[in-house]
């Protein structure tokens, strides 16, 4: 079983950056596309972005492309959400995940994730 854990969250101005990292242990993350989601208070779970195993392709809600930029070093085991252009509503716990299966062809199915980090909370003010 893999072990996710993520890092560099914090609180930052509206326009500002924030870099978050997962880190993996227990398992090598080279043969997964992994993802990110998001949680905001009283709402639901939300895909954010995914990368896949060899990071040649990259998937993004709409809300976030153009300032969102997810990347990975299998060496290292851990895959990045680079954020920049912050804004109020990316405030969130942010998690990352591991994909498992296949079931749905989308990243956004959260069936499809096998393990889960415990988050890291970003606060953006405005």
């Known amino acids: 079983q893999v072990q996710l854990v993520e890092s560099g969250g914090g609180l930052v101005q509206a326009g500002g950056s924030l870099r978050l990292s997962c880190a993996a242990s227990?398992?090598?993350?080279?043969?997964?596309?992994m993802s990110w989601f998001r949680q905001a208070p009283g709402m639901e779970r939300e895909f954010v972005a995914g990368?896949?195993?060899?990071?040649?392709?990259?998937y993004y809600r709409d809300s976030v492309k153009g300032r969102f930029t997810i990347s990975r070093d299998n060496a290292k085991n851990t895959v990045f959400l680079q954020m920049n252009s912050l804004k109020p509503d990316d405030t969130a716990v942010y998690y990352c995940?591991?994909?498992?299966?296949?079931?749905?062809?989308?990243?956004?199915?959260?069936?499809?994730?096998?393990?889960w980090g415990q988050g890291t909370q970003v606060t953006v003010s405005s």
């Open positions: 995940a591991v994909r498992t299966s296949y079931s749905s062809s989308s990243y956004y199915s959260q069936i499809d994730y096998g393990s």
């Open positions: 227990g398992r090598t993350l080279r043969t997964y596309a």
């Open positions: 990368i896949t195993w060899n990071g040649a392709m990259t």
